[in-house]
T-cell receptor, first 111, second 114 residues
Framework: LAKTTQPISMDSYEGQEVNITCSHN???????ITWYQQFPSQGPRFIIQ???TKVTNEVASLFIPADRKSSTLSLPRVSLSDTAVYYC????????????FGTGTLLAVQP | NAGVMQNPRHLVRRRGQEARLRCSPM?????VYWYRQLPEEGLKFMVY????????ESGMPKERFSAEFPKEGPSILRIQQVVRGDSAAYFC????????????FGDGTRLSIL
């Protein structure tokens, strides 16, 4: 399974757009990219998933370039409640589907 | 439309006792996964089960740990003869039948060993 690398932490202010980039140089053809959010004392919450180009839902956008070796999670106009750890994962669609979590990115949103 | 339900939320055991953690998947989900999260670390995969079958247990410790997902009832993660190092948050996730469907997590069971 492809290893992912993302910043350990990021700081932002309320109302700003936040972009968290993840690199996954060894991504395979069948792999897709998934992002989760985790608050303290809670389980990870699925945010968004994509294979290539751009995916958008009601909470975030995911940008994946043509070579798929990286991806960027974009959170528009963050609020204090978006302070959390964000995990980028590469998932093999045909195998056991086990998720390999790294250390994630701790996003701290300040007023 | 209940999500993944785990119980208990908190469990305290003394060294040498048994711990049983329960997980009810989301309605319609037949795939269950267990993960463990140690303090200040990311989640680590333990085991993947479908109804009555263990599909991948590559993350399970070789001794004292077992998991099941019976035809009826919740999935159970069982830890025998617990030790202090078993203290962690144990998360269960479930997914539907398609391999690219995301896993949805419960809020975990926090196991503390005295």
């Amino acid at each position: 399974l492809a290893k992912t690398t993302q910043p350990i932490s990021m700081d932002s202010y309320e109302g700003q757009e936040v972009n968290i980039t993840c690199s996954h140089n060894n991504i395979a053809t069948n792999d897709y990219i998934t992002w989760y959010q985790q608050f303290p004392s809670q389980g990870p919450r699925f945010i968004i998933q994509g294979y290539k180009t751009k995916v958008t839902n009601e909470v975030a956008s995911l940008f994946i370039p043509a070579d798929r070796k990286s991806s960027t999670l974009s959170l528009p106009r963050v609020s204090l409640s978006d302070t959390a750890v964000y995990y980028c994962l590469v998932v093999n669609g045909g195998a056991t589907n086990k998720l390999i979590f790294g250390t994630g990115t701790l996003l701290a949103v300040q007023p | 439309n209940a999500g993944v339900m785990q119980n208990p939320r908190h469990l305290v055991r003394r060294r040498g006792q048994e711990a049983r953690l329960r997980c009810s998947p989301m309605k319609g989900h037949s795939h269950v996964y267990w993960y463990r999260q140690l303090p200040e670390e990311g989640l680590k995969f333990m085991v993947y089960l479908q109804k009555e079958n263990i599909i991948d247990e590559s993350g399970m410790p070789k001794e004292r740990f077992s998991a099941e997902f019976p035809k009826e009832g919740p999935s159970i993660l069982r830890i025998q003869q617990v030790v202090r190092g078993d203290s962690a948050a144990y998360f269960c996730a479930s997914s539907g039948q398609n391999s690219n469907q995301p896993q949805h997590f419960g809020d975990g069971t926090r196991l503390s060993i005295l």
